[in-house]
């Protein structure tokens, strides 16, 4: 593992050794943790983003989701 160096303000830096000593891991362990948490809502929060704007330029509406959902899979059920 490469060996890397971030700056982190004092209180981010107190929460941190907060949650490792709660969670009976390292400060490197809850810090690989938090990064890989917030990089992977980062991309789940693009993905509905970018469904939301799919939704809004495709036309259709809430309302629309479940038959449309149901016709896919009714599609679906024969291959």
């Given amino acids: 593992m490469a060996e890397n160096h971030i700056k982190l303000s004092d209180d981010l830096?107190?929460?941190l050794e907060q949650r490792?000593?709660?969670?009976g891991?390292?400060?490197e362990e809850?810090?690989?943790q938090a990064v890989r948490i917030?990089?992977?809502?980062?991309?789940?929060?693009s993905l509905l983003a970018k469904?939301?704007?799919y939704g809004r330029e495709?036309?259709?509406t809430e309302d629309d989701v479940e038959a449309l959902v149901q016709s896919f899979r009714?599609?679906?059920r024969g291959r």
């Fill in 30 to 32: 809850a810090a690989t």
């Fill in 25 to 27: 891991v390292s400060v």
């Fill in 13 to 15: 830096m107190k929460l």
């Fill in 58 to 60: 495709s036309g259709y």
């Fill in 74 to 76: 009714n599609e679906n």
């Fill in 38 to 45: 917030g990089l992977e809502e980062g991309r789940w929060r």
């Fill in 20 to 23: 490792a000593e709660a969670d």
């Fill in 51 to 53: 469904g939301r704007r």
